[in-house]
């Protein structure tokens, strides 16, 4: 069932968003060559608390953390360690979440670390394109479909491939509610054009992209998701309601 959201729903949201989009901002200026990702997961932490909001993946499903890493061929949920230390030319998805009054906020981004390849700088340039593209299409009347196929399209004629065992989600009360949001339009192209969007849907759109295969695996400390061909890959996410003069992103 989709819950729509009241007009002062969504300005509560916008708050809990707007903190997301401070911690993402200090972990991309911390990011740097021989920072860990335990370094940066503490600093999220405290941001989060500073601003009276509480980390949303930590706990959730026993998630360990309080940010979702993914380093290089990582895809998404790459768990903070002292241990993975950042070096110069990765590429790091940072994902992160809080819940404040009542409500989730979830966005994503991947930076550089110092200088990457120019394969890596084309991936990053796509997927966070992608994600816009997308976006631009979460208005009322358009189908959600419609929103996955606009990511698609552009991944694949750029040469990269969507993930398919992940997808967005709607957001609210809770970090996952209705719709799912595939980054890729379902079926053979005979299906629907998925649900129609309504004012007050508030949905998280998250493209994960791969150089490669679109094929992902889970380590064996059952979060991490990598490609299985080893090529890199990308992941920006934000958090968007869809209103009668179009899509607004909370997360900016
Ligand atoms: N942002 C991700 C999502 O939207 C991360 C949540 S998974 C968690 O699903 F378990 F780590 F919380
Ligand atoms: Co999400």
């Not at 790459?78 to 241990?83: E, R, V």
């Amino acid at each position: 069932m989709i819950h729509l959201k009241s007009k002062e729903e969504i300005k509560k949201m916008r708050s809990a968003a707007q903190i997301v989009v401070e911690v993402l901002n200090t972990l991309k200026e911390s990011v740097g060559p021989g920072v860990s990702t335990w370094d940066l997961d503490r600093m999220a932490e405290e941001v989060a608390i500073k601003r009276g909001a509480k980390p949303a993946f930590k706990g959730y499903s026993d998630y360990p953390g309080s940010v979702c890493f993914a380093i290089n061929s990582e895809v998404v949920h790459g768990i903070p360690s002292k241990k993975k230390i950042l070096k110069e030319g990765d590429i790091v998805g940072i994902d992160f979440g809080v819940i404040l009054d009542g409500f989730y906020g979830d966005s994503a981004i991947t930076v550089p670390v110092g200088k990457i390849s120019a394969l890596a700088h084309k991936l990053l340039q796509v997927t966070e394109e992608s994600l816009l593209k997308g976006i631009q299409e979460a208005s009322p009347d358009n189908g959600l479909f419609d929103v996955s196929r606009a990511i698609q399209s552009h991944v694949e004629d750029m040469g990269f491939s969507i993930v398919r065992s992940y997808v967005g989600h709607g957001i609210g009360k809770s970090l996952h509610e209705d719709p799912q949001v595939p980054n890729f339009v379902p079926g053979n192209g005979s299906s629907t054009n998925g649900v129609k969007l309504k004012p007050g849907m508030v949905i998280a759109i998250e493209p994960m992209v791969n150089v490669g295969n679109p094929d992902i695996k889970i380590l064996s400390d059952g979060w991490t998701a990598v490609t299985v061909d080893g090529t890199l890959s990308a992941h920006f996410e934000h958090t968007v309601a869809v209103t009668d003069k179009g899509p607004v992103i909370l997360t900016q």
